[in-house]
């Protein structure tokens, strides 16, 4: 009798310690995602940075290798031959030779050789001149083969690029219209802070016999302070990062995740545009990986959109990949007065804040918001299991 007893008054302590706690108070358990979410985001940035050490971010941003600088080159003197024009393009990096008539135009090269011969047939190049090998790149390191090079030859003409449309358009690295010094000059070195006139410059011509020079200036135009742009790309970083903090993050992150991606767009388009042939292309090989990463983007956005954490791991390593892409070869134009882009420079300065400090912050807002996921109450069910909700991005 003893024993049933106790055996009932213990069932009933235990029934009485259980009971109400379990109905007044719901458990609250952490997700298996937000568990996981330093792993991901870890796993998200290390591909990321895996990418980008396959990638060539100095190349989406340059034209022919040329990026910022404070050299600036002019043409000053045009002989004005009808139906021929000589133009500086890519910010001194090459210049543009067009024509349609006064053939044959020959191009006078290092050592007083011809170079190239303009006709009705298209551009030739001289395979004995040390200049068409020179000439092939923005650096100028090959001379060419020693046993074909030779300035005093008959020249052996090879045609390159054939007319079209009755025009002829030549373009080349010529190393008299840009500065090639491994260092800068003395004057700049003593006073960097000042605009120095570095040389004049000319490329000789002969247009159907007849001497034709066109001659320029290079100069030494300083660059501005960077510190206003350091705070514009920590203020857009500072900015992106708190959105986050949102109690509604998604919307804002979804909108500056797309934002991103058209921006680093729209600086890309502006380098491809400055490039003098090949424009399209220019674009499409030059942003082979943005061109990926936009993707990733576009897709992360959507994605956050539809309240999935998978988004947010996009996010972080987009805006990474851009950042290293489309901002840091950039850096330069917070320094240099000049960068071979179309349009005006401060446009590329405000480009260049935005990819750098909304890549870098949306991987904090993203990380925020993981951080944020709502916590699961017993109150809801899914798949009839109590205790356990969706888990959904905020």
């Known amino acids: 009798m003893v024993s049933a007893r106790i055996t009932v008054s ?75 024009r000589l133009s500086v393009v890519e910010n001194g990096n090459r210049v543009r030779l067009s024509a349609t008539a006064g053939f044959p135009i020959l191009v006078e090269g290092y050592e007083k050789e011809p170079y190239l011969r303009l006709d009705t047939r298209g551009v030739w190049e001289n395979r004995r001149s040390s200049a068409t090998y020179l000439n092939a790149s923005r650096t100028g390191d090959d001379p060419g083969p020693a046993d074909v090079v030779d300035p005093a030859a008959p020249p052996e003409w090879a045609l390159v690029s054939a007319a079209r449309g009755g025009q002829v358009v030549a373009f080349w ?21 000042r605009r120095h006139r570095v040389e004049d410059w000319s490329v000789p011509l002969t247009v159907d016999g007849r001497p034709a020079v066109y001659t320029g200036t290079l100069d030494w135009i300083p660059g501005p302070s960077p510190w206003p742009w350091v705070a514009a790309t920590v203020a857009v970083l500072a900015g992106t990062a708190a959105l986050g903090l949102l109690r509604r993050a998604r919307w804002p992150v979804a909108a500056a995740l797309a934002a991103l991606a058209a921006v680093d767009a729209t600086h890309s388009a502006l380098v491809a545009a400055a490039n003098a042939d090949g ?35 996009l996010a972080v390593s987009a805006g990474l990949l851009l950042a290293v892409l489309g901002g840091l070869p950039d850096l330069g134009v917070f320094v240099r007065s000049g960068t071979p882009v179309v349009g005006p420079v401060p446009v590329v300065r405000v480009l260049t804040a935005v990819t750098l400090g909304a890549g870098v912050g949306l991987g904090l ?30």
């Open 279 to 313: 424009r399209l292309d220019a674009f499409v090989w030059g942003n082979a990986m943005q061109i990926a990463v936009w993707a990733g983007a576009l897709a992360g956005t959507v994605l956050i959109l539809r309240r999935s954490p998978t988004g947010l791991y």
């Open 10 to 84: 213990a069932r009933i302590t235990v029934s009485a310690r259980t009971t109400p706690r379990a109905t007044s108070r719901p458990a609250r358990l952490v997700p298996a995602p937000a568990r996981g979410t330093g792993a991901a985001l870890l796993a998200s940035l290390l591909g990321a940075l895996w990418l980008v050490a396959f990638a060539s971010p100095a190349s989406a941003h340059t034209v022919g290798g040329a990026g910022p600088t404070n050299y600036h080159t002019t043409l000053t003197g045009d002989p004005a031959v009808p139906g021929v």
């Open 173 to 193: 690295h010529d190393h008299r219209v840009h500065w090639m010094g491994s260092a800068d000059p003395p004057a700049v070195r003593a006073e960097p802070d």
């Open 365 to 394: 807002a993203a990380w925020l918001t993981l951080r944020r996921q709502p916590e699961i109450s017993d109150s809801s069910e899914v798949s009839g299991v109590p205790g356990v909700s969706g888990l959904s991005v905020p």
